[in-house]
């Protein structure tokens, strides 16, 4: 359970400045059903504390892990604390792992399933809570609600229903009964990303509804709300459940020592790892190499193909959805291709509603961009891009918390490009791959017939390297019948719709190449680490004749 540090009573004759009002969340690793201490700290500090005082947010995580007993712990700034796993913990979780997932494969699925909904129950009852630890993260809370909005598609009533159907399905054929179903994998490894780490550990709910025990590690740089996630709000639900002990356990610990743990472990099954493309694809190799299944959510470079007939206003507004975070989420759009009859008009709206795009505290409700703190890369790719051509539109540098241009500001401004020509934009490293800013390439084609550009737009989109998102803006039925049909990459194709909402039944994660290694397509993750079986019951047959005709 967790911990609460320090006696609140005590600390009301502090200042502001450096006393706190509510004691210290403080989550020991959770291994097998039990609490059990690590081995030293890691702190949280609230995203506050970066903005007004980066160095005092330093020095006091600096101090608090050489003595946790400093009076440090009792400031404002101090939201919580992680126990850090060595070697010796995490071969301990995955040997609890190992013990309860063959335990867990045996209840009846229909028990398992309702772990989704007893989930969205708990998400809705606590999520003022779990907002609060994400803002502390740095996640403005507009961005925060979008994250859990995902969750409530993936575990809403009509997804749930859909998981069931995709688990066991049975069809009656004679004197047989004959079942397709799924079975659990086994022991499967979670690694969110730093990025997003709380709500992508979310996903892990899905893994365990297919009957799998998970070992989530959360990532030491930011693990308060993976571990506030997993020790409060999920493993009620499976002692609820009655699930055994050991069928989820979740730890702070080293991404590299982890990660190599997994990848040698007889025990492990399946790593289910978010990051970058390129460590995503060297683990792949490692899975392979050493039998485990790879599922893998990568980086993204989604397009945006707006047709001239658009609604530019509806358009323009899935368009600034690439400035939720900074543009630092997988899956919002990273580039627009528009016809080049309304590219004008396009960029016109898209300079005057990207005002509205703004800096602050996380906590307020009208910000949308978080900190950016190394930022040597955008500014690299906007020169190699504006030497090749690009016209910068809008934004282009820093500036501070307020808004206020800065050479020294912790944000970058909404950067907007045009780039003219279809086929060689790809020269351009902001335009071929995922930049992870606030940078906005809007790619407007050489004037040509519509069927020719039509033809290109496809091309384009089904050529991109990386596949996890696509959208079209478009009226034209033909259009989007051959944008429908002709899309081949990618997970998820959204029409005249936002880029980033979540609905039910669809997949909110997964895709090709880039984004989803060798084995990519759209993720499903109950269904990922699963795998089908075919069984067939039957009554009355001799094998003789049944061996030639099946009857």
């Known amino acids: ?22 004691p210290l969340r403080s989550y020991d690793l959770f291994i097998g059903g039990k609490d059990v201490p690590g081995d030293g700290w890691v702190y949280t500090t609230s995203a506050a504390s970066l903005l007004e005082d980066v160095f005092t947010s330093i020095s006091l995580k600096r101090a608090l892990e050489k003595d946790p007993d400093d009076a440090a712990s009792r400031h404002r700034y101090v939201v919580g604390r992680c126990a850090v796993a060595t070697t010796a913990h995490i071969d301990e979780s995955l040997q609890a792992a190992a013990e309860a997932a063959k335990e867990w494969a045996r209840v009846p699925l229909e028990r398992r399933l309702r ?108 693990p308060l709300s993976t571990m506030y996630l997993c020790r409060e709000l999920i493993a009620p639900l499976l002692e609820e459940v009655g699930a055994p002990p050991g069928v989820l356990n979740a730890l702070c610990s080293n991404p590299k020592q982890t990660t190599d743990r997994w990848v040698e472990s007889p ?67 990273n580039c627009v291709v528009v016809h080049p009859e309304v590219a004008d008009e396009l960029i016109a709206r898209i300079k005057a509603q990207i005002v509205d795009v703004k800096p ?37 540098g820093r500036m501070e918390v307020d808004g206020t241009p800065s050479e020294t500001g912790v944000f970058l401004q909404p950067t907007v490009l045009r780039v003219n020509g ?87 994660h997964g895709g090709t190449g880039l984004t989803g290694g060798v084995y990519g397509e759209a993720n499903y993750p109950m269904l990922k680490t699963s795998h089908v079986q075919g069984v067939s019951v039957a009554t009355g047959i001799r094998p003789r004749q049944a061996v030639f005709d099946g009857a």
């Open 115 to 222: 772990l989704g909904e007893l989930f969205r129950e708990t998400l809705l009852a606590n999520q003022d809570e779990f907002l609060e630890l994400l803002v502390a993260e740095s996640h403005p809370v507009k961005l925060a609600r979008w994250e859990l909005s995902c969750l409530y598609q993936l575990y809403g009533r009509e997804s749930v229903e859909w998981y069931a159907e995709q688990m066991h399905k049975e069809f009656n054929h004679g004197n047989r009964r004959l079942i397709v179903r799924r079975q659990p994998d086994g022991v499967v490894c979670f690694n969110p990303p730093q990025n997003a780490a709380g709500p992508s550990a979310a996903l892990a709910v899905l893994p365990l509804m297919a009957g799998n025990a998970v070992v989530v590690r959360a990532p030491r740089s930011i």
């Open 360 to 396: 602050g505290y996380p906590d307020q409700e009208d910000v949308l961009l978080s900190p950016v703190r190394r930022a040597e890369k955008f500014f690299a790719l906007q020169r190699q891009a504006i030497e090749r051509g690009a016209e910068l539109i809008s934004g282009g």
């Open 422 to 508: 279809l086929d060689t934009s790809r020269e351009m490293d902001m335009v071929k791959h995922e930049t992870f800013f606030p940078l906005l390439p809007v790619i407007v084609p050489d004037a040509s017939t519509d069927p020719e550009l039509l033809d290109a737009f496809i091309e384009f989109v089904n050529t991109n390297d990386y596949g996890l998102r696509n959208s079209l803006w478009a009226r034209s039925d033909e259009v989007i019948d051959q944008f429908v049909q002709r899309i081949v990459n990618g997970g998820l194709l959204k029409v005249n719709d936002s880029h980033i909402g979540f609905l039910p039944y669809l997949p909110s």
């Open 267 to 333: 025990l492990v099954d399946d790593i289910f790892f978010v990051g970058g493309s390129e460590e995503g694809l060297k683990l792949q190799e490692r899975c392979i190499a050493n039998g485990k299944k790879p599922i893998l959510e990568l980086a993204g470079n989604d397009s945006i193909v707006v047709w001239k007939d658009a609604d530019l206003d509806a358009a323009t507004e899935a368009i600034l959805e690439c400035f939720y975070g900074s543009g630092q989420i997988c899956m919002v759009p």
């Open 1 to 22: 359970m967790m911990l609460f540090e320090g006696d609140p009573t005590q600390l009301s004759g502090g200042t502001a400045d450096s006393a706190r009002e509510t």
